[in-house]
């Protein structure tokens, strides 16, 4: 599957474009923050420097996208992701990096989002979204976006989604 790594699209309040390599300082500067840091699996912080290595591999890798979000004054806010994109299904992962952003249903609205692409672009028929199990607000998120939990992995599949 050739996945376009400069694919846009926008939501009912959001616009998401492919991120680029202008957008290594805000996103290492919002994974490096603490409450940020604390969400992820990896929880090394990430520097400018290997963020760039990573992502000149990144723009080969078939199997991941990451979208830009931005709100509707053009606002960079967070970014959500699909990831080990491979037999018929994947990964998403969000942050909303800005915290004034936080809180106002942007995480859900981003997820349903890239679900959406994920089943109408990309012709995927599942979506998990890895979650650790103390992370109560992601999990509320994904709830929003119509995923199941299944033995603490959630699913959102093609023929059930809340995607509207």
């Given at each position: 599957?050739?996945?376009?790594?400069s694919?846009?699209?926008?939501?009912?309040?959001?616009?998401?474009?492919?991120?680029?390599r202008?957008?290594?300082d805000?996103?290492?500067?919002?994974?490096?923050?603490?409450?940020?840091?604390?969400?992820?699996?990896?929880?090394?912080?990430?520097?400018?420097?290997?963020?760039?290595?990573?992502?000149?591999?990144?723009?080969?890798?078939?199997?991941?996208?990451?979208?830009?979000?931005?709100?509707g004054?053009?606002?960079?806010?967070?970014t959500?992701?699909?990831?080990?994109?491979?037999?018929?299904?994947?990964?998403?992962?969000?942050?909303?990096?800005?915290?004034?952003?936080?809180?106002?249903?942007?995480?859900?609205?981003a997820?349903?989002?890239?679900?959406?692409?994920?089943?109408?672009?990309?012709?995927?028929?599942?979506?998990?979204?890895?979650?650790?199990?103390?992370?109560?607000?992601?999990?509320?998120?994904a709830?929003?976006?119509?995923?199941?939990?299944?033995?603490?992995?959630?699913?959102?599949?093609?023929?059930?989604?809340?995607?509207?």
């Amino acid at each position: 599957m050739i996945v376009d790594k400069s694919a846009s699209f926008t939501s009912e309040r959001l616009v998401y474009r492919g991120i680029a390599r202008k957008d290594a300082d805000v996103i290492v500067s919002w994974r490096n923050e603490p409450d940020n840091l604390a969400n992820f699996f990896d929880q090394r912080p990430l520097t400018l420097e290997s963020h760039l290595i990573w992502f000149e591999n990144y723009l080969g890798d078939p199997s991941r996208i990451d979208f830009m979000i931005s709100d509707g004054a053009g606002k960079q806010i967070g970014t959500v992701t699909l990831s080990s994109i491979e037999s018929g299904s994947c990964e998403v992962g969000y942050l909303i990096g800005d915290k004034s952003a936080r809180g106002k249903g942007y995480a859900t609205e981003a997820v349903r989002a890239a679900c959406r692409y994920a089943f109408e672009e990309l012709g995927l028929c599942c979506v998990d979204a890895r979650i650790k199990p103390d992370n109560t607000l992601s999990e509320r998120v994904a709830a929003k976006a119509g995923f199941d939990e299944r033995e603490h992995v959630w699913r959102l599949e093609r023929s059930h989604s809340n995607n509207e």
